[in-house]
C-alpha cells in the first residue's frame, strides 16, 4: 500500500486527491508545520531532497509531485491520467505538467522581492515578474477558454499538479479568480468532483489530522 508523507498545507494534497480519482487504498501520515510554517525535522529525514510531497511504495521513497503522479498513474492504474507521445494533446500535458515549477518559482521571486522592493535592480525585477505572471494568466484563461481541462477534455495528471497553483499560487501574481473568469470555471468544475472534494477534507489547506 502506498504511504504519503502529508505535510499541513502543502503540495501532498495533490497526491491524496489522485488517489481518491483512482479508488487506491493509502496510507496518510500527517507532518506538522513548524511555528515559523516550515517542515519538521521528521519530514526533512524521509528523503534527501528535502521537499514535500513524499510518499513510499514497496520500500521505494518518491519525491516531486509530477514524479508522484506519473509513477502512481503508470504502476497501479494502467496509465490512466496520463497522456503518451503518440496523443495529439501530448505537448499541452507536458506543458502543464511542469507549470507548476514556473509559478512556484514566481511565487517565492514576488516573496522575496517584497510589496517595497529597494535596491538597484528591483524595479527590473518587479517588471519582470510582472511581466511573466501577466503571462501566465493569459495562458490559463486562452487554454481553458478552448478546453474544459488543461490538456484537452478529459482530466490528467496536468490538472492534478496545476490546481494547486490555480488556487493557492496564482493568486500571488495580483490576479484572483474574479478577475479570470475561465479560470475561476475551471476551479469550480475541479471543486465539484466528488474525489476531490473528500481529498481537501482530509488532507487540504483547512484539514484537521484525525484524532
Known sequence: MIT???LGVSQSDRVVWLMEELGLPYELKWYHRKANRLMPEA???LHPAATSP????D???????AVI???ICHTHAGGRFTVGPDQQNYADYLYWMHFNNNALGLFFASLALGSNPEGETAPLVKELLRRRWDGYYTMLEQTLGNTDY???DELTCADFMTMYDVVRIIPSGGKGLDDLPNTKAYAERI???PAYRKAMEIAGPEAKPPA
Open 43 to 45: 519530514y526533512f529525514a
Open 59 to 65: 520500500g521505494r521513497v518518491l519525491t516531486e509531485s
Open 191 to 193: 471543486g465539484a468532483r
Open 150 to 152: 488543461l490538456a484537452g
Open 54 to 57: 513524499v510518499i513510499e511504495d
Open 4 to 6: 504519503i508523507h502529508h
Open 69 to 71: 503522479l506519473e509513477y
